[in-house]
Antibody, heavy 122, light 107 residues
Framework: QVQLQESGPGLVKPSQSLSLTCSVT??????????WTWIRQLPGKGLEWIGY???????NYNPSLKSRVTISADTSKNQFSLMFTSVTAADTAMYYC??????????????WGQGTMVTVSP | DIQMTQSPSSLSASFGDRLNITCRAS??????LNWYQQKPGKAPKVLNF???SLQSGFSLRFSASGSGTDFTLAITSLQPEDFGTYYC?????????FGQGTTVEIK
Protein backbone atom coordinates (compact mmCIF):
# COMPACT_ATOMS: atom_id res chain seq x y z
CA GLN A 1 0.00 0.00 0.00
CA VAL A 2 1.37 3.41 -0.98
CA GLN A 3 2.09 5.63 2.01
CA LEU A 4 2.82 9.34 2.25
CA GLN A 5 4.68 11.14 5.03
CA GLU A 6 5.10 14.88 5.41
CA SER A 7 8.16 16.47 6.98
CA GLY A 8 9.28 19.99 7.64
CA PRO A 9 9.63 22.67 10.31
CA GLY A 10 6.78 23.09 12.70
CA LEU A 11 7.52 26.75 13.27
CA VAL A 12 8.30 29.43 10.71
CA LYS A 13 8.82 33.15 11.25
CA PRO A 14 6.65 35.66 9.39
CA SER A 15 7.98 36.78 6.00
CA GLN A 16 10.17 33.67 5.75
CA SER A 17 9.69 30.74 3.41
CA LEU A 18 8.10 27.44 4.33
CA SER A 19 9.40 24.24 2.83
CA LEU A 20 7.69 20.89 3.28
CA THR A 21 8.52 17.50 1.82
CA CYS A 22 6.30 14.50 1.23
CA SER A 23 8.05 11.13 1.08
CA VAL A 24 6.29 8.40 -0.85
CA THR A 25 6.84 4.72 -0.02
CA UNK A 26 5.67 1.51 -1.71
CA UNK A 27 5.11 3.32 -4.97
CA UNK A 28 6.91 5.52 -7.48
CA UNK A 29 5.86 9.12 -8.02
CA UNK A 30 7.11 8.92 -11.59
CA UNK A 31 4.81 6.14 -12.65
CA UNK A 32 1.10 5.92 -13.09
CA UNK A 33 -1.45 8.61 -13.75
CA UNK A 34 -1.12 10.26 -10.37
CA UNK A 35 -0.97 13.85 -9.28
CA TRP A 36 0.91 14.64 -6.10
CA THR A 37 -1.03 17.21 -4.17
CA TRP A 38 -0.79 19.58 -1.22
CA ILE A 39 -3.85 20.57 0.82
CA ARG A 40 -4.03 22.62 3.98
CA GLN A 41 -6.52 22.95 6.78
CA LEU A 42 -6.60 26.16 8.76
CA PRO A 43 -7.22 25.65 12.51
CA GLY A 44 -10.83 24.71 13.07
CA LYS A 45 -11.61 25.34 9.43
CA GLY A 46 -12.17 23.45 6.24
CA LEU A 47 -9.84 22.20 3.54
CA GLU A 48 -8.01 24.30 0.95
CA TRP A 49 -6.46 22.78 -2.15
CA ILE A 50 -3.01 24.27 -2.76
CA GLY A 51 -1.94 22.51 -5.94
CA TYR A 52 -0.20 19.52 -7.44
CA UNK A 53 2.71 18.26 -9.46
CA UNK A 54 1.85 15.60 -11.98
CA UNK A 55 3.67 12.40 -12.85
CA UNK A 56 5.05 14.16 -15.93
CA UNK A 57 6.19 17.20 -13.95
CA UNK A 58 3.24 19.41 -14.84
CA UNK A 59 1.94 21.71 -12.10
CA ASN A 60 -1.34 23.37 -11.24
CA TYR A 61 -1.84 25.82 -8.40
CA ASN A 62 -4.71 27.49 -6.63
CA PRO A 63 -4.78 31.00 -8.13
CA SER A 64 -5.27 32.50 -4.68
CA LEU A 65 -1.87 31.13 -3.63
CA LYS A 66 -0.08 30.82 -6.95
CA SER A 67 2.20 33.83 -6.51
CA ARG A 68 3.74 32.32 -3.37
CA VAL A 69 3.69 28.57 -4.06
CA THR A 70 5.96 26.15 -5.87
CA ILE A 71 5.40 22.41 -5.92
CA SER A 72 8.12 20.20 -7.32
CA ALA A 73 9.03 16.53 -7.51
CA ASP A 74 12.30 14.68 -7.04
CA THR A 75 11.87 11.27 -8.61
CA SER A 76 15.34 10.14 -7.50
CA LYS A 77 14.26 10.53 -3.87
CA ASN A 78 10.62 9.63 -4.54
CA GLN A 79 9.55 12.84 -2.87
CA PHE A 80 7.62 15.94 -3.74
CA SER A 81 7.85 19.30 -2.07
CA LEU A 82 5.95 22.47 -1.28
CA MET A 83 7.65 25.86 -1.11
CA PHE A 84 5.63 28.72 0.29
CA THR A 85 7.17 32.19 0.33
CA SER A 86 6.44 35.28 2.44
CA VAL A 87 4.37 33.44 5.02
CA THR A 88 2.13 35.20 7.50
CA ALA A 89 0.13 34.09 10.50
CA ALA A 90 -2.72 33.35 8.08
CA ASP A 91 -0.65 30.47 6.71
CA THR A 92 -0.71 28.68 10.06
CA ALA A 93 -2.37 25.38 9.24
CA MET A 94 -2.16 21.61 9.08
CA TYR A 95 -0.53 20.75 5.78
CA TYR A 96 -1.36 17.45 4.09
CA CYS A 97 0.18 15.79 1.09
CA UNK A 98 -2.02 13.46 -0.89
CA UNK A 99 -2.18 11.40 -4.06
CA UNK A 100 -4.82 12.30 -6.61
CA UNK A 101 -5.91 9.35 -8.72
CA UNK A 102 -7.58 9.87 -12.06
CA UNK A 103 -9.94 7.58 -13.90
CA UNK A 104 -10.83 9.36 -17.09
CA UNK A 105 -12.17 12.73 -15.98
CA UNK A 106 -12.95 11.53 -12.47
CA UNK A 107 -10.40 12.53 -9.87
CA UNK A 108 -10.11 11.83 -6.17
CA UNK A 109 -7.61 12.20 -3.36
CA UNK A 110 -7.32 8.56 -2.41
CA UNK A 111 -4.21 8.46 -0.24
CA TRP A 112 -3.22 11.09 2.32
CA GLY A 113 -0.31 11.68 4.61
CA GLN A 114 -0.98 12.13 8.31
CA GLY A 115 -0.38 15.87 8.06
CA THR A 116 2.14 18.23 9.57
CA MET A 117 1.24 21.29 11.61
CA VAL A 118 2.95 24.52 10.66
CA THR A 119 2.76 27.57 12.88
CA VAL A 120 3.84 30.99 11.64
CA SER A 121 4.96 33.05 14.59
CA PRO A 122 7.82 35.33 15.61
CA ASP B 1 -13.87 29.48 -8.17
CA ILE B 2 -16.76 27.06 -7.73
CA GLN B 3 -18.29 27.49 -4.28
CA MET B 4 -19.46 24.41 -2.41
CA THR B 5 -22.02 24.84 0.35
CA GLN B 6 -22.88 22.04 2.75
CA SER B 7 -25.82 21.75 5.07
CA PRO B 8 -26.21 21.35 7.88
CA SER B 9 -22.92 22.56 9.37
CA SER B 10 -23.37 20.15 12.23
CA LEU B 11 -25.87 17.64 13.49
CA SER B 12 -26.44 15.34 16.40
CA ALA B 13 -28.01 11.96 15.80
CA SER B 14 -28.62 8.70 17.61
CA PHE B 15 -27.37 5.22 16.82
CA GLY B 16 -29.53 3.67 14.17
CA ASP B 17 -30.70 7.00 12.73
CA ARG B 18 -30.65 7.79 9.06
CA LEU B 19 -29.17 11.13 8.14
CA ASN B 20 -28.62 13.17 5.00
CA ILE B 21 -25.90 15.70 4.32
CA THR B 22 -26.35 17.95 1.32
CA CYS B 23 -23.81 19.76 -0.81
CA ARG B 24 -24.68 22.45 -3.32
CA ALA B 25 -22.36 23.76 -6.00
CA SER B 26 -22.44 27.34 -7.26
CA UNK B 27 -22.57 26.04 -10.83
CA UNK B 28 -23.22 22.81 -12.67
CA UNK B 29 -20.43 20.34 -11.86
CA UNK B 30 -22.13 17.35 -13.48
CA UNK B 31 -21.07 14.33 -11.38
CA UNK B 32 -17.58 15.44 -10.42
CA LEU B 33 -18.15 15.35 -6.69
CA ASN B 34 -16.33 13.46 -3.96
CA TRP B 35 -17.11 12.97 -0.28
CA TYR B 36 -14.50 12.65 2.46
CA GLN B 37 -14.73 11.60 6.09
CA GLN B 38 -12.37 13.11 8.64
CA LYS B 39 -11.96 11.93 12.20
CA PRO B 40 -10.46 14.29 14.82
CA GLY B 41 -6.69 14.48 14.52
CA LYS B 42 -6.65 12.40 11.34
CA ALA B 43 -6.37 13.08 7.65
CA PRO B 44 -9.53 12.92 5.56
CA LYS B 45 -10.39 9.69 3.76
CA VAL B 46 -12.24 9.52 0.46
CA LEU B 47 -15.63 8.00 1.08
CA ASN B 48 -17.51 8.40 -2.18
CA PHE B 49 -16.28 9.57 -5.52
CA UNK B 50 -17.91 10.48 -8.81
CA UNK B 51 -20.98 11.47 -6.78
CA UNK B 52 -22.05 7.86 -6.20
CA SER B 53 -19.19 5.33 -6.14
CA LEU B 54 -18.34 3.95 -2.71
CA GLN B 55 -14.63 3.71 -1.85
CA SER B 56 -13.55 0.26 -0.78
CA GLY B 57 -13.39 -0.18 2.96
CA PHE B 58 -16.50 1.82 3.71
CA SER B 59 -19.81 0.33 4.71
CA LEU B 60 -22.75 0.08 2.32
CA ARG B 61 -24.60 2.18 4.90
CA PHE B 62 -23.04 5.11 3.08
CA SER B 63 -24.55 6.15 -0.22
CA ALA B 64 -24.19 9.23 -2.34
CA SER B 65 -26.28 10.67 -5.12
CA GLY B 66 -26.81 13.78 -7.15
CA SER B 67 -25.75 15.55 -10.29
CA GLY B 68 -25.50 19.10 -11.52
CA THR B 69 -25.59 21.37 -8.50
CA ASP B 70 -27.25 19.30 -5.76
CA PHE B 71 -25.72 16.28 -4.05
CA THR B 72 -26.54 14.15 -1.02
CA LEU B 73 -24.58 11.85 1.23
CA ALA B 74 -26.84 9.49 3.13
CA ILE B 75 -25.88 7.38 6.12
CA THR B 76 -28.33 4.70 7.14
CA SER B 77 -28.39 3.10 10.57
CA LEU B 78 -25.82 5.44 12.10
CA GLN B 79 -23.04 3.67 13.97
CA PRO B 80 -20.60 5.00 16.61
CA GLU B 81 -17.71 4.91 14.15
CA ASP B 82 -19.56 7.30 11.83
CA PHE B 83 -18.87 10.39 13.94
CA GLY B 84 -16.59 12.93 12.38
CA THR B 85 -16.68 15.66 9.79
CA TYR B 86 -17.74 15.10 6.21
CA TYR B 87 -16.58 17.23 3.32
CA CYS B 88 -17.67 17.40 -0.28
CA UNK B 89 -15.16 18.32 -2.99
CA UNK B 90 -15.73 19.27 -6.61
CA UNK B 91 -13.27 18.29 -9.30
CA UNK B 92 -15.10 19.82 -12.24
CA UNK B 93 -13.16 23.06 -12.40
CA UNK B 94 -9.76 24.10 -11.10
CA UNK B 95 -9.07 25.02 -8.37
CA UNK B 96 -10.70 22.04 -6.68
CA UNK B 97 -12.81 23.33 -3.81
CA PHE B 98 -14.32 21.79 -0.71
CA GLY B 99 -17.47 22.41 1.23
CA GLN B 100 -17.07 23.86 4.70
CA GLY B 101 -17.80 20.52 6.32
CA THR B 102 -20.62 18.86 8.26
CA THR B 103 -19.79 17.60 11.72
CA VAL B 104 -21.73 14.55 12.85
CA GLU B 105 -22.00 14.04 16.57
CA ILE B 106 -23.46 11.00 18.23
CA LYS B 107 -26.14 11.71 20.83
Amino acid sequence: QVQLQESGPGLVKPSQSLSLTCSVTNGSIGSGMYFWTWIRQLPGKGLEWIGYVGYSGSTNYNPSLKSRVTISADTSKNQFSLMFTSVTAADTAMYYCARESRDGFHYRLDIWGQGTMVTVSP
Amino acid sequence: DIQMTQSPSSLSASFGDRLNITCRASQNIRGYLNWYQQKPGKAPKVLNFDASSLQSGFSLRFSASGSGTDFTLAITSLQPEDFGTYYCQQTYGSPWTFGQGTTVEIK
